[in-house]
């Protein structure tokens, strides 16, 4: 199904729409959103599928790399794979803005494709580190003096070229540098095809791959775990075989994702024109709005900007740190065997899936975004506080693992990320997302690095102990729950477009139609 072909009366396109929907639509507006997320939702949500799997398929890995180099594992510690795995964002947040900007002026096609294959040949080289190939790589480079206020630096330059944690720290920071912008660009994208009271269900729609891609790729890469092909360990197999596909991917992308309506000729003439004159009019409401720094400029907008920014920084802390150790933390509760934890681990993020389309519906109908980010996020601070609480009592943690803290995991994502477009221009938008999400995702350093060290505090010879890591991590999603309705209720006393003062104007939240 190409973007670039039409689609006539009865042909793919409408026989699709014909299955999803039973009842024909009425109205031109209902025609465009059920055309555009047809046509658009299935393949952005399929490559952040492949986005998400590469960010988290190390807490699988993790399981094989804990193992000595006499069972070809790496004979690291937690604390190693906890950083590791974080350090992905020190790389993540630099090319956040310009991969927003860069949608929004010029188009979505080509800022995909640049991320997709980079990313992806970096997910697949993490598989390689400690192998002579690895090493081969960083050959080349020069011996650096070590000594001075750069020693550590020069260290780890000298030390790329044989050791194992120095390549898989730089490939993970690679890694990172190249997704980035990925997600925030999405959004941006978006905007240019949905309208602001459709967008939360757009947005739930394709962020659905979150926890779907840790529905199939934990056990899919608990599977990988157990292969020995090439003489390579499982562990390393999932690095390769899941970075190859977002290179194959970007290529794809090409022909499946045209940058603008104007350029989809599978969209109809009158979708097309109406769906411009609505976008067209949501961004006069914003009139002034619309340069990209628009919001560094006015004190209130960039005070809600930067509590954004706290907000996204809080729930990542915890969202990674559970994310990058689920089947470790399943398999301490449950004392099943790896393969076993990586399948039973998928289990939360389906509660997940269900908790975000719910979320997102009930959002849009009707109309609320603060509450409804808010409500998830208590639910899952309670949760988390009471898995460990509940540690050694059988089944009761991961029962709670699954239905409570799965279910709210990322429930409020679909109702957070339309709220800078409530208040902004395109462009001023996408560069506050790329803020939010660039300065936020750094919260995913530290996730992971705070449950990591935790276990990794365990006595020798005993199972590692998750109840540390996970009560330190619980608060943060009541402090972002807090924040997002002191956000709303300072939003929602601001005086609705006074004439006399224009910066006041542009915090006044407009009134979000309904359906």
Known sequence: ???????????????????LWRKPPDAVAERARRRISLHLIPYLFFLYILAYLDRVNVSVAVLGMIRPGSARGLGVDRAFVGFGAGIFFWGYWILEIPSTVSVAR??????????????????????TVGTPFADSLFHWLPSVPEGGAFSAVAGFVNGLRDTPKNQFYFFRFMLGFFEGGFFPSVIVYLTHWFRA?????????????????SMFGLPVSGLLLGVNWFGLAGWRWIFILEGVAPIVAGFATLFFLPDRPAKARWLPPEERAWLQGQLDREQQDRHGHGHWLYWLRVPQLAAVVLLLTVYYFCINVTSYGLGMFMPAIIKSQSGMS????????SLPYMMGLVGMLINGWHSDRTGERFWHAAVPLSVLSVGVGAVAVLSGVPFLPVFVMVAVVGTALYAHLPAFWPVPTMFLGATAAASAI??????????????PWIVGAAAAGSAPGQAPDFVTGLLRIAPWPLVAAVIILVIGYTCNKAPARPAAVADLEAVSLPPVPRD
Do not use: K, Y
């Open 338 to 345: 790896d393969q076993q934890a990586s399948g039973l681990a």
């Open 106 to 127: 010029w188009g979505a096609r080509w800022v995909f494709v640049r991320i997709l294959v980079l990313w992806g040949l970096c997910a697949a080289l993490v598989g």
């Open 434 to 447: 790329g803020f939010i999400n660039m300065i936020g995702n750094l919260g995913g350093s530290v996730g």
């Open 1 to 19: 199904m190409s973007t670039h072909g039409s689609n006539p009366p009865g042909g793919f396109g409408e026989r699709m729409r014909s299955l």
């Open 197 to 213: 009271e459709d967008r939360a269900r757009a947005i739930a729609s394709f962020m659905a791959a979150i926890p779907l891609s």
